[in-house]
């Protein structure tokens, strides 16, 4: 589990892990982000995770079983926080 901060370019949230059996990411800040499976992630490409609305953590969430890959993130400008945790 952990935070990355996720800047302009493809950003590396969940590292590869082949004895995963799934992961979650979750925006935890106040701009879009964008999650992929590759790092070819772009703004238009990806899946969308909402901001937050304030503190209160209601940020859009992605979970995934059975993918053992590595998960990227990418916003529009300025950087973003998300949390991710795996099992």
Same mark, same amino acid.
Request: contains cysteine.
């Given at each position: #589990?952990?935070?990355?901060?996720?800047?302009?370019?493809?950003?590396?949230? /969940?590292?590869?892990?082949?004895?995963r059996i799934s992961a979650v990411v979750q925006?935890? =800040?106040?701009?879009?982000? /964008? +999650?992929? #499976?590759?790092?070819? /992630?772009?703004?238009?490409?990806?899946? *969308?995770?909402?901001? +937050?609305?304030?503190?209160?953590? =209601?940020?859009?969430v992605f979970s995934v079983s059975a993918y053992?890959?590595?998960? *990227?993130?990418? /916003?529009?400008?300025?950087?973003?926080?998300?949390?991710?945790?795996? +099992?």
């Amino acid at each position: #589990f952990g935070r990355v901060n996720v800047g302009t370019t493809p950003t590396l949230i /969940v590292p590869e892990n082949l004895t995963r059996i799934s992961a979650v990411v979750q925006n935890v =800040d106040e701009q879009q982000l /964008v +999650i992929g #499976f590759g790092s070819n /992630v772009a703004m238009n490409t990806g899946v *969308y995770l909402a901001p +937050i609305s304030g503190s209160s953590g =209601d940020g859009g969430v992605f979970s995934v079983s059975a993918y053992l890959g590595p998960i *990227y993130g990418i /916003v529009a400008s300025g950087d973003a926080m998300c949390a991710w945790m795996e +099992i």
